[in-house]
Nanobody, 116 residues
Framework: EVQLVESGGGLVQAGGSLRLSCAAS????????IGWFRQAPGQEREGVACFSRFQGRAYYADSVKGRFTISSDNAKTTVYLQMNSLKPEDTGVYYC?????????WGKGTLVTVSS
């Protein structure tokens, strides 16, 4: 069974940092691209970052380039999203997903709130 479980969200002041984690099971990172998406209140879900371990490449939305970093652990079971220099517009529910840009499995999300 494919499972994706996010953690690490919370309340942070503008300019601060958070690291989100996505614990994945039921499939191999080597066979799939993993993505982080977010949904702000009243807005559509958008892609934030994608990571392909077998390609060794990461892709970022323009709005987060230079501030966010996606990576995975050596055991290939957890994907991280390091978020620095956070802005109020980064507020939203962050989802981990298998597949990018069109996922087939989603986690339940973790809330990130950035106060000004």
């Amino acid at each position: 069974e494919v499972q994706l479980v996010e953690s690490g969200g919370g309340l942070v002041q503008a300019g601060g940092s958070l690291r989100l984690s996505c614990a994945a099971s039921g499939f191999s990172f080597d066979d799939h691209v993993i993505g982080w998406f977010r949904q702000a209140p009243g807005q559509e879900r958008e892609g934030v970052a994608c990571f392909s371990r077998f390609q060794g490449r990461a892709y970022y939305a323009d709005s987060v380039k230079g501030r966010f970093t996606i990576s995975s652990d050596n055991a290939k079971t957890t994907v991280y999203l390091q978020m620095n220099s956070l802005k109020p517009e980064d507020t939203g529910v962050y989802y981990c997903a298998r597949g990018c840009p069109d996922p087939d499995y989603w986690g339940k999300g973790t809330l990130v709130t950035v106060s000004s």
